[in-house]
Each structure stands twice: as structure tokens, then as C-alpha cells.
């Protein structure tokens, strides 16, 4: 799977990351005001964090999702870098494998 190509947009609580999704939805994540991380689990199943820390905040959410769904996909996970609110943030995404 190619790297999910993520961009910042503004919202009304500030900027935020999404990626075009496939499905109808605009995912947005923000972080928090401290800079700690905020994410968005589209209806598809992609999931992203947003924030400093956002891969473990995104490895302890898998983790946690493993050990109480019943059917829990496998997920391609990464993590990139960008700027957003004026300061570089960690962007850590899992997409279910198709
Ligand atoms: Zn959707
Ligand atoms: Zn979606």
C-alpha cells in the first residue's frame, strides 16, 4: 500500500490532518492543545493519530481494539511528520490490509 498522502486543513477547533479516504467522510485528527494526540476512525476502518506521541498512542489503541473486537483486521501502520498549528507533529496511521 502507498503511503496515505495526508494534508492540513483548517477546522473550527483549528487545523487538522485528513487524507482522501475513499469513502465519503473528511477523517480529521487534531491534537490537543498541549500537542498531545487527537485522531479519527473513519466508518471504513483507517485510522489515524494526530499529536506528539501519536505512535504509541496509535500502538496502545490497536492493541486495546486486538484484545476486545472479535474481528479486528490487520492494519498497515506508518507515520509521517507535519507541520500543523505552527508546530511539526507526528501523523502515525494504520489502514486495514485488503
Ligand atoms: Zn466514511
Ligand atoms: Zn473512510
Request: net charge negative; proline share 8%; hydrophobic share 35%.
Amino acid at each position: 500500500m502507498p503511503v496515505p498522502e495526508f494534508r492540513v486543513i483548517a477546522t473550527d477547533e483549528g487545523e487538522g490532518v485528513t487524507y482522501t479516504c475513499g469513502c465519503p467522510c473528511v477523517p480529521t485528527a487534531r491534537p490537543g492543545a498541549d500537542g498531545a494526540p487527537g485522531f479519527e476512525h473513519c466508518c471504513c476502518g483507517k485510522v489515524h493519530f494526530v499529536g506528539d506521541g501519536a505512535q504509541a498512542a496509535l500502538t496502545g489503541y490497536l492493541a486495546e481494539r486486538k484484545a476486545t473486537k472479535k474481528r479486528e483486521p490487520d492494519y498497515e501502520t506508518g507515520a509521517v511528520r507535519l507541520v500543523v498549528g505552527g508546530a511539526e507533529r507526528e501523523v502515525a496511521w494504520a489502514f486495514p490490509r485488503e
